[in-house]
């Protein structure tokens, strides 16, 4: 982390706060079906908004400690350069990601939900730079059933089934 992470993520911490508090209360404007079950319309976009606002809450706490460590006094340590040192890398970095995100909605139709988000849990994977062995297979294939599981067993969303599964 850089003495500027801090107030980035201050600022970015209260912009989501902000847009919580605002996405929640526009959540009031969903009109109730008479088809509605005991959770209501409303019910996943309120519990979306206090995940947002808790991410909010995250970042703020985050920018307090790193703002309060950073004015702490420090021992002078030699490090390795990492990525984050680099100015040009975040661009490659989040075109990769987006890369990624486009591969994911081309590949679900044809391959399928369960498939197509192992594929991508092990791509990004990869690309983060995990090892290409069986520890990282079975960590993608397993966080595509966790998130099958999730989404359609748990919440009842239905995904994609794909051409070929």
Same mark, same amino acid.
């Given at each position: 982390? /850089?003495?500027?992470?801090? &107030?980035?993520?201050? @600022?970015?911490?209260?912009?989501?706060?902000?847009?919580? %508090?605002?996405?929640?209360?526009?959540?009031?404007?969903? @009109?109730? #079906? #008479?088809?509605?079950?005991?959770?209501?319309?409303?019910?996943?976009?309120?519990?979306?908004?206090?995940?947002?606002?808790?991410?909010?809450?995250?970042?703020?706490? +985050?920018? %307090? %400690?790193?703002?309060?460590?950073? +004015?702490?006094? *420090?021992?002078?340590?030699? /490090? $390795? &350069? #990492?990525?984050?040192?680099?100015?040009?890398?975040?661009?490659?970095?989040?075109?990769?990601?987006?890369?990624?995100? $486009?591969?994911?909605?081309?590949?679900?139709?044809?391959?399928?939900?369960?498939?197509?988000?192992?594929?991508?849990?092990?791509?990004?994977?990869?690309?983060?730079?995990?090892?290409?062995?069986? *520890? /990282?297979?079975?960590? $993608?294939?397993?966080? @595509?059933?966790?998130?099958? @599981?999730?989404?359609?067993?748990?919440?009842?969303? +239905?995904?994609?089934?794909?051409?070929?599964?």
């Amino acid at each position: 982390m /850089t003495d500027r992470t801090a &107030p980035k993520d201050l @600022a970015g911490g209260l912009a989501v706060l902000a847009i919580a %508090i605002l996405y929640y209360l526009f959540i009031g404007d969903i @009109a109730e #079906s #008479s088809l509605a079950d005991d959770v209501g319309a409303g019910g996943l976009p309120r519990i979306l908004a206090f995940v947002l606002a808790g991410f909010g809450v995250v970042l703020v706490a +985050r920018a %307090i %400690i790193e703002g309060a460590l950073a +004015r702490a006094p *420090k021992p002078i340590v030699a /490090t $390795a &350069p #990492s990525r984050d040192d680099d100015p040009i890398a975040p661009l490659p970095r989040a075109l990769g990601f987006l890369g990624f995100g $486009a591969a994911y909605v081309v590949l679900v139709p044809i391959i399928g939900y369960l498939p197509a988000i192992a594929l991508l849990i092990g791509a990004i994977a990869l690309f983060e730079g995990a090892a290409a062995n069986w *520890k /990282t297979a079975l960590i $993608a294939a397993g966080g @595509a059933v966790g998130y099958w @599981a999730i989404f359609v067993k748990l919440l009842g969303v +239905r995904q994609p089934s794909g051409w070929f599964f």
